[in-house]
């Protein structure tokens, strides 16, 4: 097993990109008060709502399809994007957002000198299953974890709880109806399944990116039930 790496100085850099999703909007607040980050430099498709002004944020509204030339020098990129066939329309717009997006930043942050990589996907994620969501995730893994960073964190959490709604997002049934039948019952559901909050998800993954070992580490949903708040 590779050594930890150790902890970045003061003057490193990071980005985020789908900082308004339910894990990007837990993410955002963790990284800006992350002394190791003099600056979090976030990629969004529209203008920061909301968000207290601090110098130490960089907000550029950018196209996913057109990504910036030059692109941002940073130290850590955590991406948190992602969507549903039903709000995407297709299969191929899917795909397109989940695999061709994901891997077109990381590998343009890894071009630019970035060194470690922070990425959620999703329990269930395997390139040979025959659930186009989990194959499509999968595939997305396993060719991030090609692209040649130190570290490469990946968060594979089950169903994610939080309020989509306060975020202009649609509701996903599957979730909102997962969380009234479990909730009485939640603590007998085993970790690797049990639903998980995106807070949850977001410090696993800041754990895991600045003080995880060299190489590529799955954070189990089970795993990261660990950094649950109290």
Same mark, same amino acid.
């Given at each position: ?6 902890? +970045?100085?003061? *003057? #490193? !850099? &990071?980005?985020? $990109?789908?900082?308004? @999703?339910? =894990? ?80 077109? +930043?990381?590998? *343009? #942050? !890894? &071009?630019?000198? $970035?060194?470690?990589? @922070?990425? =959620? ?86 754990? &895991? ?5 060299? @190489? ?15």
């Amino acid at each position: 097993m590779a050594a930890p790496s150790p902890p +970045l100085p003061g *003057a #490193a !850099r &990071a980005l985020l $990109a789908g900082a308004t @999703g339910l =894990v990007g909007r837990a993410l955002l607040p963790r990284l800006l008060e992350d002394q190791a980050y003099e600056r979090v430099v976030v990629l969004a498709r529209s203008a920061a709502r909301d968000l207290p002004a601090t110098p130490r944020l960089d907000w550029r509204v950018a196209d996913f399809d057109r990504l910036p030339d030059p692109f941002p020098r940073v130290d850590d990129v955590y991406i948190a994007l992602g969507t549903t066939i039903r709000v995407a329309g297709s299969e191929a717009a899917f795909r397109h957002v989940d695999f061709e997006i994901v891997v077109a +930043l990381a590998r *343009a #942050a !890894r &071009a630019a000198g $970035a060194r470690r990589l @922070g990425v =959620v996907s999703a329990l269930g994620s395997d390139t040979r299953s025959r659930v186009f969501y989990n194959r499509v995730k999968g595939e997305m893994e396993t060719a991030i974890a090609g692209l040649g960073y130190e570290a490469v964190a990946i968060a594979q959490p089950s169903l994610l709880m939080g309020d989509r709604a306060a975020l202009g997002q649609p509701e996903r049934r599957g979730e909102v109806l997962a969380a009234r039948l479990l909730r009485p019952v939640m603590g007998l559901v085993p970790k690797r399944v049990r639903p998980i909050a995106a807070g949850t998800v977001a410090r696993a993954l800041v754990h &895991a990116v600045r003080h995880g070992p060299a @190489g590529v580490q799955r954070l189990t949903s089970a795993r990261m039930q660990a950094f649950a708040a109290p």
